[in-house]
């Protein structure tokens, strides 16, 4: 079996700021728009270990919510200072003129983690593989997401027509999703850990499709982002906030076992299915380089009408 694979580092040339403040903090209390799933482990993580204690936060709240299109509105109205979206929700809130930017790092796909996220099939569909899928019904959780930029991305990397599929807005997470598929109202089904594996394991599915079509080999695909303006007036307390997911990052990679139990606990998954599942990748500090691809390829493949630049989704701290 597979155990989660974390990893922790950043790049050497990286803007944004990865070590706890020089200054005192502009606030001591925090809350943070989480979403109740594994990717989310360093912020229960800074927690449970007294991370952001040791920053010098008084308090942090993490606030669950469904996902980044609750967490952001939250964060522009001042409800949150801080949570976590993903890319292609940023960049089109970007294109709306909201200026949410990533600063302190989350998660992505590599080539140990590409199966995180997955195309299934029922076992007896006569799709093969992604060549097979024009023509077809998709599912996916939302449109406008990940889900839906990895189906069309996948299918432009095997040279198809990105729009040749029936895309099927499910509104549904988790295993929620799977009735679709299972029942034959759908013919494929994009989604992604734990999901893949527990369905993979309870059989009357397969695989066949992941991220292995990517190019370069890594994407960052989500992580705690907050408004412009907040990060300016704040600096010093989102370069606090950073320090303390880093030292998640490496009490994670440290502590493989322990870290697989707070996601259960956490999430409800059962710690089985978390040490089998295929974990993205922690990703901290973020650059403008992680973020590119996914920033191309939201306008190249109809999820934002204007072409964002990564440059506009990282936070740099305001120079001294």
């Known amino acids: 079996m597979l155990a989660p694979v974390f990893a922790g580092c950043g790049s050497d040339d990286d803007s944004s700021t ?16 989480i979403i109740k799933f594994a990717d989310t482990i360093p912020f229960w993580v800074a927690e449970q270990q007294g991370l952001f204690r040791d920053a010098g936060f008084d308090s942090v709240q993490g606030v669950e919510m469904v996902g980044g299109t609750a ?8 409800q949150l200072q801080l949570g976590w979206a993903s890319v292609p929700s940023v960049i089109a ?9 990533f600063f302190a790092g989350g998660s992505g796909l ?6 995180n996220q997955s195309m299934l099939v029922r076992e007896d569909s006569p799709l093969q593989s992604i060549e097979d899928l024009p023509g077809h019904k998709v599912g996916v959780n939302t449109l406008g997401n990940i889900a839906e930029l990895e189906v069309r991305w996948s299918l432009d990397a095997a040279g198809l027509d990105p729009d040749s599929v029936e895309l099927v807005e499910l509104n549904a997470i988790g295993p929620d999703q799977l009735p679709p598929l299972i029942q034959g109202r759908i013919d494929a089904l994009q989604v992604n850990e734990p999901t893949v594996t527990a369905a993979l ?8 499709s992941d991220w292995s079509f990517m190019d370069p080999d890594f994407v960052f695909v989500a992580g705690w982002v907050s408004t412009g303006e907040w990060l300016d007036a704040n600096a010093n307390a989102a370069a606090a906030f950073a320090s303390a997911m880093e030292a998640a990052a490496q009490w994670i990679e440290a502590n493989e076992g322990a870290a697989n139990a707070l996601i259960s606990e956490k999430t409800g998954v059962p710690e089985d299915l978390v040490k089998a599942m295929v974990a993205s990748e922690i990703r901290i500090p973020v650059t403008e380089a992680d973020l590119q691809p996914l920033a191309e390829a939201c306008h190249r493949y109809g999820l934002s009408e204007a072409e964002v630049p990564a440059a506009d989704i990282v936070w740099q701290p305001p120079a001294a």
């Not at 967490?71 to 001042?78: K, L, R, T, V, W």
């Not at 970007?94 to 949410?100: G, S, T, Y």
């Not at 394991?201 to 066949?208: F, H, K, S």
Request: net charge positive; aromatic share 6%.
């Open 18 to 33: 990865s070590t706890a403040a020089s200054g005192s903090l502009e606030t001591t209390q925090l809350k943070a728009g």
């Open 110 to 115: 590599g080539p140990d983690s590409y199966a």
């Open 93 to 101: 809130a970007k294109a709306q003129n909201f200026d949410f930017r």
């Open 201 to 208: 394991r309870d059989g009357g599915v397969r695989a066949i």
């Open 71 to 78: 967490i952001q509105p939250a964060i522009q109205s001042g």
